[in-house]
């Protein structure tokens, strides 16, 4: 069912000139993002007690994949759906983790029934102190499971069912690289100086030919970590909030330039389902609109630079 739709979305492209300009794409889509917000849930909800959508216990104690994801009080309703769509992948990860934190869930009682539920089917729900805002989605996970492979995803996305498969078969052929689904090319002018952010995040990546410095991924469209990729500077959370507290994207995308990691985008031919969440808040909204990604890139060469003598933006082959 959620192929169906996935590929549903995919498909309704804007082709033909007439069908673009009477809109018939726009509603097409509109139609469609609508159906699969009110049908899936049920098809979900009635298929849930299927064994094989249960994570599969494992004796293994490092080289796991891990699929971490963070959420806030105003998706919280929905991320279940998310987290159904990865348990329902053709390759289960061995982990699923949602962190959240203590000032808006004080405790795991405060959680909708529908996502308790996912617990009895191995889905970790760990809630730390303090609140790092979308860095929750990598951080604890670095941290506390240094030997493992990650995967970040967003709460408010229908994965595919290929989509853990597809992130480890590029992993298989790009062994030293980072890999992704969802990710731009930087684009530079003519003197290698890096252009705004909103003149070169437009336009997704379809696939990468080879592996590079100046592909700039989105985190949360799926994101293959090998385990030790990021390097230690990853973990210093304290300057990351500093630096880029609204930006896990800008933390993550330098963290890999700092430590001279390139990234590939593995074969991107598809549309993302979103999940509705009608009282949604996109932090997306907050750095785009008001240039804060530039801004906050900004901050991060600066501070590299002046301390470590090093740009991690610089024109790298």
């Not at 995919?10 to 033909?16: D, E, L, Q």
């Not at 604890?140 to 595919?160: A, K, R, S």
């Not at 989509?163 to 992993?171: A, E, K, P």
Request: glycine residues 4%; aromatic residues 12%.
């Amino acid at each position: 069912m959620i192929d169906f739709f996935s590929n549903l979305y995919a498909s309704i492209r804007g082709r033909n000139s007439f069908l673009i300009k009477t809109k018939i794409y726009s509603i097409g889509r509109i139609v469609t993002r609508l159906s699969c917000n009110v049908i899936l849930p049920i098809y979900l909800k009635v298929t849930s007690n299927n064994i094989q959508y249960k994570l599969q216990e494992t004796n293994k104690t490092k080289g796991r994949i891990i699929v971490s994801l963070t959420s806030f009080n105003k998706r919280i309703g929905r991320v279940w759906i998310a987290i159904e769509s990865i348990l329902r992948q053709t390759c289960q990860p061995d982990m699923i983790i949602l962190w959240l934190s203590k000032e808006e869930f004080p405790a795991i009682e405060c959680l909708p029934k529908t996502l308790l539920r996912l617990q009895q089917r191995g889905v970790k729900i760990e809630l730390r102190d303090g609140n790092l805002m979308s860095h929750k989605k990598y951080y604890y996970t670095l941290v506390e499971y240094p030997d493992d492979h990650m995967i970040t995803i967003d709460d408010d996305i229908i994965y595919p069912s290929n989509f853990i498969t597809s992130l480890l078969n590029g992993h298989r052929q790009y062994l030293e690289c980072v890999i992704s689904r969802f990710a731009f090319n930087i684009k530079r002018d003519g003197n290698n100086v890096i252009l705004p952010y909103h003149m070169w995040s437009g336009k997704l990546l379809d696939r990468a030919t080879s592996p590079s410095f100046d592909i700039f991924f989105g985190s949360g469209g799926g994101t293959f970590f090998p385990a030790h990729i990021l390097g230690e500077e990853a973990k210093n959370i304290t300057l990351a909030m500093e630096k880029c507290k609204f930006a896990d994207d800008v933390w993550l995308n330098t963290m890999c330039r700092l430590n001279k990691k390139k990234i590939i985008v593995i074969n991107n031919l598809f549309s993302y389902l979103p999940i509705l969440n009608f009282s949604n808040s996109k932090l997306v909204a907050i750095n785009n609109g008001q240039n804060q990604n530039d801004v906050q890139i900004s901050n991060l060469r600066e501070y590299y630079i002046r301390h470590f003598k090093t740009d991690p933006y610089s024109l790298l082959n």
